[in-house]
């Protein structure tokens, strides 16, 4: 849902560019990145990337659309 794209991808994102590594996993603000960890992140990103995949396959034929149409009216 891409309502927790922030909370699934952003996130981890920003803990994984500043973590430091404990052996087998990386640590940031007592959250901690393992094995079984970046495999649900990585569910996660598909996730994520075929929702915003369908909504850009919807939204540019849309957009496409209006823009012939308003480049008509203008002539």
């Known amino acids: 849902m ?7 991808v ?4 920003n803990d994984l560019a500043h973590a ?8 940031r603000a ?3 990145y393992d094995t079984t960890r970046f495999g649900e992140l990585r569910s996660k990103l598909l ?6 995949e369908s909504v850009v ?3 540019i ?3 496409v659309e ?3 149409a308003e480049l008509k009216s203008q002539g």
């Open 2 to 8: 891409l309502a927790n794209f922030s909370l699934e």
């Open 10 to 13: 952003i996130d981890p994102r």
């Open 20 to 27: 430091r590594s404990t052996g087998d996993t990386l640590t």
């Open 30 to 32: 007592g959250r901690t």
């Open 47 to 52: 996730e994520h990337h075929e929702n915003l």
């Open 57 to 59: 396959k919807r939204l």
């Open 61 to 63: 034929p849309a957009l």
């Open 66 to 68: 209006r823009l012939n």
